[in-house]
């Protein structure tokens, strides 16, 4: 893969920003992930391990849907895709998957330490 042009980063950083508002893009996984963490762009780079345009190409992605039979292989292609640490966003789809559904009424009670904490995994 090549550099992209200063034009197409806009670009992509155009559609980054609608494709946050739509469920099946990581765009939005990841813009939830920050807002339930309580962390920067720049710490989720770092604990996922890509940046960039990297970053950018990991939000244009399809999210994969947790408790799918394909769930292993889509984040497993995302991750080489992108350079993103394949564990760290499997860990970052299930964290925003579950409270999702707590948000969406699907569970009794949610406790912040049923999610797996982020700095211990890597």
């Known amino acids: 893969m090549g550099n992209p042009s200063g034009e197409t980063i806009s670009l992509m950083k155009?559609?980054?920003e609608k494709a946050q508002q739509e469920p099946s893009f990581m765009a939005y996984a990841l813009r939830r992930y920050m807002e339930i963490q309580r962390i920067t762009e720049q710490q989720l780079e770092e604990y996922l391990g890509c940046s960039g345009v990297s970053?950018?190409?990991l939000a244009l992605?399809?999210?994969p849907e947790v408790?799918?039979?394909e769930f292993k292989r889509d984040v497993r292609d995302c991750a080489l895709y992108t350079g993103a640490r394949e564990t760290a966003?499997?860990?970052l789809l299930n964290v925003v998957a579950y409270w999702d559904r707590v948000a969406?009424?699907?569970a009794?009670?949610?406790r912040a330490a049923d999610v797996a904490d982020p700095k211990r995994t890597n």
């Open 67 to 69: 408790g799918t039979s």
């Open 89 to 91: 966003l499997a860990n």
């Open 108 to 110: 009794v009670a949610a």
């Open 104 to 106: 969406a009424g699907g």
């Open 61 to 63: 992605c399809g999210r």
């Open 14 to 16: 155009a559609l980054v």
């Open 55 to 57: 970053f950018l190409r």
